[in-house]
C-alpha cells in the first residue's frame, strides 16, 4: 500500500530561485498543452495524447533553452497531470454529472511538481531525485541539496515526490509503497455518525467526540482576515501582506484540523474491527450549499484518513446510504419525523434516545446488512439500504431496548 510521509524543507535563496523557476516553467508547460488540446479538438475534432504531447517536449526544449535545466520527469509529470484532469472530465461527463473543462492555472492555482521515480527498482537504490545526501539534505536535480527536516523516518520504498510550496512554506512529499501492519483482532464494530456541532462525531456506542473549540475559534478569525484582505486594494502592498497572513491562518487551522482527525481515526480503529458511516455525498447535498462547502473538507479528509489507516492496520470501514438513518427508530425500526435539536422519541416502542446515538445504530445495523426489530427477528433491508416498511411488525413491542 502508499503512504504519503512529508517534511518540511527549507531552500536558500538562490534554491528558492530554482523553486519557483520550476513551479513557472511547469506551470507554462500545463497551461500550453491544455491550449494545444484544446485547439486540436477545435480544428480537427480530436484530442491531442498524452503520448503525443510526450514526444514533443524534446522539441520544447531545443525551442526553449530554460527548459532543459528541469528534470525530464518533472515535465513528463506536468503533462500526466493533465491527461488526468481530461481523463477525471470524461468520465464525468459519461456519467451524467456535472463536468467543468479543464482549466488554466493561475499562480495561486500552482503550487507544486513532481519527480515520477525516485527508486531504481533494478538496483534497489535512490533513482536520483530526492536523494538523501548527508543527515539534514535531499539532492534536487537543478535545485541543489536542500536542506530538509527528517521529523519522522522515511518508511518502506519510496515512489515519487512531490515539492510543494504552502505559503512561505515548502515541503518535499515523498509517497512511498510500506507493508501493512495488521492490528489484533478486537470483535468489535462500531457505526459512526458524523456531525458538526456540537459533536464532530456520535458513535453507536453512545460515545461523543466533541469538534474541537480551536476549529471554531480559527474559522471565525479566517472569516474576519478574509475581510481584511477583500478591503484592501488589489495589487497594493497591504493586501500581499494580508493574503500571507491568511495564507498562514489557513494553513494552521489545516494542520490541527488534520491532527485531529488522524487521532480521532486512530482511536476508532484502535477499538473496532469495521467502522460503518454514512455514504458522504447524499449527507452532503441535503445541506445547503456554504455549509457543504465548509463540511466536505472536514469530513472528506477525515474519510480519507481513516480509509488509509485502516487499510495499514487490516481494518475495514464501510459506507451505507444514509437515508432515514435519523428517521427510523434504532429499537424498534418504527420510522417518524424527529424535530431537530430534540432526542428521539419512538411514538411506536417508547424508546428514547439521543438522536445522533440512534443514527449511528441505525448506520452501524444498515452496515452489518440486517436491521434487527425489537423481538430479535431482525428486518430485512430495503433495495436502498432503508428498512423496508412492509415487514415493519404491526405491533408496537413492548419493551423499549437502546
Ligand atoms: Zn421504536
Known sequence: MLKAFAYRIYPTKPQLKGLEEHLNRTRELYNAALQERRDAYKKTGRSVTAFEQMGSLVEVKEGRPEYRRIHAHVLQGVIT??????QGFFRRVKAGEKAGYPRFKSKDRWDSFHFKQVWDNSRDNWFGPGKPVGSNR??????????IKWHRPLAGRPKTLTI??????WYAVYVCEVEPQPLPATGGEVGIDL???????????GEFVPAPHYYRKAEAKLRRQQRVVSRRKRG?????KAVAALKRLHRKVRNQRKDFHHKTARKLLEANDVVYHENLSAKAMSRSRLS???LDMGWGQFLNILYGKAAEAGRRVVGVNPAYTSQICSGCGHVQKVPIGKPYECGACGLVIHRDVNAALNILRMG????????????PLGESGE????RRPQKPPALAVG
Open 292 to 294: 457543504k462547502s465548509i
Open 195 to 205: 456531525g458538526v456541532n456540537p459533536n464532530f462525531l456520535v458513535t453507536s456506542d
Open 164 to 169: 510543494k510550496r504552502d505559503g512561505e512554506h
Open 236 to 240: 497594493g502592498g497591504g493586501r500581499k
Open 81 to 86: 497531470q493533465l491527461d488526468r484532469a481530461f
Open 138 to 147: 535531499i539532492r534536487l536535480p537543478n535545485i541543489g541539496d536542500v536542506r
Open 368 to 379: 452489518r446488512g440486517v436491521y434487527p426489530s425489537a423481538d430479535g427477528q431482525g428486518l
Open 387 to 390: 428498512v423496508a416498511h412492509a
